[in-house]
């Protein structure tokens, strides 16, 4: 997880407290607040795991290029390299 989406996590968390004290203590504005804080933390974060999936899916382009690249040239080296792209686009795409 990176660290933008565990800073909103906590920041989401601390809305969500936030509300919750609000509601308890019959704040309405503080309510507001910490359901507005929320909201943010929970688009950005939303964001965040978009781009990590973009990130994943072109490292997973790139390694099957390389590994048909590799494979029609005789190049190990780069079909090897390959694999290791796609696997690691695998893995973005997972978190």
């Not at 996590?9 to 601390?14: D, F, I």
């Not at 590799?70 to 695998?90: C, I, L, P």
């Amino acid at each position: 997880m990176s660290t933008s989406r565990i800073a909103n996590s906590v920041k989401s968390a601390l809305g969500g407290a936030k509300k919750t004290v609000g509601s308890a203590l019959g704040n309405e504005s503080m309510q507001a607040s910490g359901k507005i804080q929320q909201a943010e933390a929970q688009g950005a974060n939303l964001a965040a795991r978009a781009e990590q999936q973009a990130k994943g899916v072109a490292h997973n382009v790139k390694g099957a290029a390389q590994r048909t690249v590799g494979a029609a040239t005789g190049n190990k080296s780069m079909e090897a390299e390959g694999h290791v792209n796609s696997a690691r686009g695998d893995a973005e795409r997972k978190i």
